[in-house]
Nanobody
Framework: QVQLVESGGGLVQAGGSLRLSCLVS????????MGWYRQAPGKQRDWITT???????YYAPSVKGRFTCSRDNAKNTVYLQLNSLKPEDTAVYYC???????WGQGTQVTVSS
């Protein structure tokens, strides 16, 4: 069973940056596409980005140009670099294997104005 552990969230001012990490265990990580989602209070969980097993990334329009997804197959870890953060980026951020089979606990990102 896949286990996912997100980390790196925190409180940051608008315009700031954070780097989220997601450690994946229990699967053949290098062959898996990975995704990041986020869920703001009272809202549905939304897709942010997908990174293929080959390292190709795709982004939601709301984060394209500001967020960058990468992976280190030697460390079984996928990263999400968040730049130029806005208050509307405040949410719990989750990573998952694709297709989705399980979720981690998420990591909270709070952006103050």
């Amino acid at each position: 069973q896949v286990q996912l552990v997100e980390s790196g969230g925190g409180l940051v001012q608008a315009g700031g940056s954070l780097r989220l990490s997601c450690l994946v265990s229990g699967s053949i990580f290098s062959s898996k596409a990975m995704g990041w989602y986020r869920q703001a209070p009272g809202k549905q969980r939304d897709w942010i980005t997908t990174i293929t097993s080959e390292g190709q990334s795709y982004y939601a329009p709301s984060v394209k140009g500001r967020f960058t997804c990468s992976r280190d197959n030697a460390k079984n870890t996928v990263y999400l670099q968040l730049n130029s953060l806005k208050p509307e980026d405040t949410a719990v951020y989750y990573c998952t294997t694709l297709p989705v089979t399980s979720w981690g606990q998420g990591t909270q990102v709070t952006v103050s104005s």
